[in-house]
């Protein structure tokens, strides 16, 4: 199955739950390849780390251009149980072309209001979209406070927009999301270990693997 993390607004996790969705899926051993459409290149500088590191490593490849993304998933995807798209950042380009070629779309997004606006902006992208193909769009609280009614809120909020369904699962922030993904590390193979971020992120792998079923 191939799944796009999209957000047209940035720093809201895309790549951390790309390369941590991608590995988990991995470590699961199915056949799993990430694709950085992101001109930044987080994802596939991650899986570099990783591979330094003398990991096993996961196929990993970098498209930013939108239609070279779209000829190169449509060409590869029957190689792999799944295919994983770090599609995002300003220019839209990549993510409009992967919508095109997805089953899914995860769209994680952090508890602040204005996160909420550009939710509009990627459901409208979704509209576009599914002219082509029918492409559900999941929602997902990231770097959540555990604390505090913002999670509330957003969630009150993206239930006024059509079309992003609102996952009933949150991931928080923890740092050690931010610091496996950085050294290209799976949650699980980070030590000291945080069981709660690994109990998040495997509650999260699961739900969209049973999705995808
Ligand atoms: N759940 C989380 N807990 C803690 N830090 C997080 C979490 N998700 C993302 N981050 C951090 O937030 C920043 C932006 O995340 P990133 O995945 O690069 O976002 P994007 O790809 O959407 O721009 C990074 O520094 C990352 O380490
Ligand atoms: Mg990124």
Not at 57 to 64: K, N, Q, W
Not at 105 to 112: A, E, I, K, Y
Not at 137 to 160: H, R, W
Request: avoid cysteine; hydrophobic fraction near 45%.
């Amino acid at each position: 199955m191939i799944i796009t993390i999209g957000n047209t607004k940035g720093g809201v996790g895309k790549s951390t739950l790309a390369v941590q969705l991608a590995l988990g899926l991995a470590l699961d051993g199915q056949r799993v390849w990430l694709v950085d459409g992101d001109r930044q290149g987080t994802s596939l500088g991650a899986i570099t780390v990783r591979a330094e590191s003398g990991r096993a490593p996961i196929a990993a490849a970098a498209y930013p251009d939108g239609a070279t993304l779209r000829a190169q998933v449509t060409q590869q995807a029957s190689a792999y149980d799944h295919v994983i798209i770090d599609a995002g950042g300003r220019d839209s380009t990549a993510l409009r072309a992967a919508l095109t070629v997805s089953d899914l779309m995860l769209v994680p997004f952090q508890p602040r209001s204005f996160d909420v606006w550009a939710l509009s902006d990627v459901a409208s992208l979704l509209r576009e979209a599914r002219s082509v193909r029918d492409v559900r769009a999941l929602a997902l609280l990231n770097a959540a406070d555990p604390q505090g009614s913002d999670n509330e809120e957003a969630s009150e909020a993206l239930a006024d927009i059509e079309g992003i369904e609102l996952l009933p699962l949150r991931i928080g922030r923890r740092k050690a999301f931010a610091s496996a993904s950085g050294a290209g590390l799976h949650i699980d193979e980070y030590r000291p270990r945080d069981v709660n971020a690994s109990t998040e992120l495997s509650a999260l792998k699961n739900h969209l693997v049973s999705i995808l079923k």
